[in-house]
T-cell receptor, first 115, second 113 residues
Framework: NAGVTQTPKFRVLKTGQSMTLLCAQD?????MYWYRQDPGMGLRLIHY???????AKGEVPDGYNVSRLKKQNFLLGLESAAPSQTSVYFC??????????????FGNGTRLTVT | ELKVEQNPLFLSMQEGKNYTIYCNYS?????LYWYRQDPGKSLESLFV?????AVKQEGRLMASLDTKARLSTLHITAAVHDLSATYFC?????????????FGKGTKLSVKP
């Protein structure tokens, strides 16, 4: 059982380049999330999805786009990378928060550097 | 707006000592989560606290929740080096985004011999 898988693990981009981070989960979770983690800031929610075909903005959505075309996959896109987007990105999935009370299951993270 | 504050943010302990990490949150919530993160690793769920007065224990860690005070504590008993990690509390943001979790900034715990 793989859980939540993120690819790639590391990436270096130049300012203005674009990329897509991939997240896949095999637990049949409805909810999926993208967080970024910066030193001293904890985790901040970028975007999330409550089911296939849905997406919503979190706390820090600017500069990112997401898509959830299939229930098991949640993609995070950076259209024009900026140095401020240098961070560690975590994908997570869960059952609906008001339902089964399950915690978030996190992927192993993607370390992104924008030069 | 839901705010989640942890203190202390850094904690250096000696092995064998006891200490408590505090997590305060600003709006009503019926549950709270604790996570552990080892350096360079992902987050691992420790506890899910689902009601006022809930107490959960695993090994040397014990977590409790007081929803009236909007306070959770993570108590460490007789610390050992293996407990060195960063600990996060998180609270569902029902008022905002259908329950997405808002995280505290984390408490970095270092246990020294």
């Amino acid at each position: 059982n793989a859980g939540v898988t993120q690819t790639p693990k590391f990436r270096v981009l130049k300012t203005g380049q674009s990329m897509t981070l991939l997240c896949a989960q095999d637990m049949n979770h409805e909810y999926m999330y993208w967080y970024r983690q910066d030193p001293g800031m904890g985790l901040r929610l970028i975007h999330y999805s409550v089911g296939e075909g849905t997406t919503a903005k979190g706390e820090v959505p600017d500069g990112y786009n997401v898509s959830r075309l299939k229930k098991q996959n949640f993609l995070l896109g950076l259209e024009s990378a900026a140095p401020s987007q240098t961070s560690v990105y975590f994908c997570a999935s869960s059952y609906p928060p008001k339902g089964l009370n399950s915690p978030l299951h996190f992927g192993n993270g993607t370390r992104l550097t924008v030069t | 707006e839901l705010k989640v504050e942890q203190n202390p943010l850094f904690l250096s302990m000696q092995e064998g000592k006891n200490y408590t990490i505090y997590c305060n949150y600003s709006t009503t919530s019926d549950r709270l989560y604790w996570y552990r993160q080892d350096p360079g690793k992902s987050l691992e769920s420790l506890f899910v606290l689902l009601s006022n007065g809930a107490v959960k224990q695993e090994g040397r860690l014990m977590a409790s929740l007081d929803t009236k005070a909007r306070l959770s504590t993570l108590h460490i008993t007789a610390a050992v080096h293996d407990l060195s990690a960063t600990y996060f509390c998180a609270v569902p943001n029902y008022g905002g985004s259908q329950g997405n979790l808002i995280f505290g900034k984390g408490t970095k715990l270092s246990v020294k011999p």
